[in-house]
């Protein structure tokens, strides 16, 4: 008889997020193991516990998915939970990052706009660019052929953003950090770029109506932030693949259901092998119905 399936929630909150438990209830995970404020010198025993109870053949059905607001301390966990499997005897769980939806926001943000325009002779400007999602989002349109534009307050941060990107592309990848001051500017850095995806900090409008609605090249807008004022002037949170001024738009919480769905099938997914390991490129690969 095949083992139940248990996911072992390691967050870096307090409380393990209510939000990704219930995804695993809907997935059709049958035990949650949740921790929370898991620091990087627990994960040993903690995997530990995950990989000596079962034989390796029901491996398969033990998981971890490592969760929390703090992205940066989500990837340290995830680092060194890959760094206590023992491989080499078959004692290995598959293993999940989506610290604050990072990794399934950026991807159904990046599907979002793959539904209309694809990477070939294509450039994307990420407003937003040096945050969790921003900085993934324009990985996988790099790696989709897009040229990348990443914009921040600071061209340092957004110079940082793109160097790190480009260390994860085929060499020769067009991207590069910009720093725009004003509408001018920003209006420049939109001549001949067909994909926005705005990525900024809930609350924060980062390109004005009047901007977007007349530039002739634009052709798909992405906004992720589902906070007053939207990160869009002009497009509403519900718009999903929404005609406006001529170009397709997608508002936060027209992203947020396949953002869900992929949530869903990613956790399911872990429990197809047990050596799945699932950030963003790998999220991204994920085949939807
Ligand atoms: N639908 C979902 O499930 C879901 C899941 C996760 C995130 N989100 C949304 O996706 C967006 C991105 O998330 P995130 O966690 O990557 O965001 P974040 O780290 O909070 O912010 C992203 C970037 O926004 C810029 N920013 C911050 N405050 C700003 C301000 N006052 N004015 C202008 N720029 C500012 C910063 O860049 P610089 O300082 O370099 O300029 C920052 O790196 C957010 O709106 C978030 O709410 C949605």
């Given at each position: 008889m095949s083992k139940r399936t248990i996911l072992v929630q390691l967050d870096t909150d307090n409380h393990p997020s209510v939000f990704d438990r219930v995804v695993a209830v809907d997935a059709g995970v049958d035990e949650i193991f949740a921790y929370g404020n898991v620091s990087t010198e627990q994960v040993q025993a903690l995997v530990h516990g995950a990989i000596f109870t079962r034989g390796p053949a029901d491996l398969r059905n033990t998981a971890i998915f490592i969760g929390g607001s703090d992205v940066a301390r989500g990837e340290a966990l995830m680092g060194e939970a890959q760094k206590h499997m023992?491989?080499?005897?078959?004692l290995r769980v598959s293993v999940m990052l989506d610290a604050n939806g990072c990794n399934t926001t950026a991807s159904a943000a990046v599907r979002s706009v793959e539904k209309h325009v694809s990477g070939q002779g294509n450039r994307a400007l990420v407003l937003g660019g040096t945050g969790p999602v921003g900085q993934r989002a324009g990985l996988l349109l790099a790696r989709g052929g897009f040229e990348v534009l990443f914009a921040s307050r600071s061209k340092e941060r957004s110079e940082a953003a793109a160097n790190s990107v480009r260390t994860l592309v085929k060499e020769g990848s067009w991207v590069k950090g910009i720093a725009p001051t004003n509408s001018d500017e920003l209006k420049e850095s939109l001549a001949g770029v067909q994909v926005v995806v705005a990525s900024g900090a809930a609350g924060v409008c980062l390109l004005g109506q009047n901007l977007w609605s007349s530039c002739p090249d634009l052709r798909v807008l992405v906004d992720l932030n589902a906070v007053p004022p939207l990160g869009i002037e002009g497009v509403e949170v519900m718009d999903k693949g929404t005609e406006r001024h001529g170009k397709i738009v997608y508002g936060a919480l027209g992203v947020g259901g396949l953002k869900m769905k992929l949530h869903r099938k990613a956790v399911q997914s872990l429990f197809e092998s047990n050596k799945a390991v699932l950030d963003a490129v790998a999220i991204h690969k994920i085949e939807l119905a």
């Open positions: 023992i491989p080499e005897f078959g």
